[in-house]
């Protein structure tokens, strides 16, 4: 599986060093690169607003299903879109 990693200073969440914060620089360039981006919001949300190409694999699905939607040979953005 690709790990993630943030030019702008990131640190990373899991001890496994797998999982960091990325700045929208870098989302931008892995989604280039051909990422998968994952947006959390429930579908309804997801409908109303998500970045272009993203799936929709809500925060409480997504330990069971992303083995199966998402493949481990690419890098993976999860984000979750905040309008406020």
Known sequence: ???PYARDG???MDPQ????RIGRDDVR???EAG??????LPPQEYRDL???GA????LKHLVAEA???LASTRAVVVYCYDHQ
Do not use: D, F, K
């Open 1 to 3: 599986m690709n790990r």
């Open 10 to 12: 990131g640190r990373p």
């Open 17 to 20: 060093n797998r999982i960091q």
């Open 29 to 31: 360039r892995l989604a």
């Open 35 to 40: 990422a998968s981006l994952v947006e959390v």
């Open 50 to 52: 998500h970045l272009p």
């Open 55 to 58: 799936i929709n694999l809500p």
């Open 67 to 69: 083995p199966a939607r």
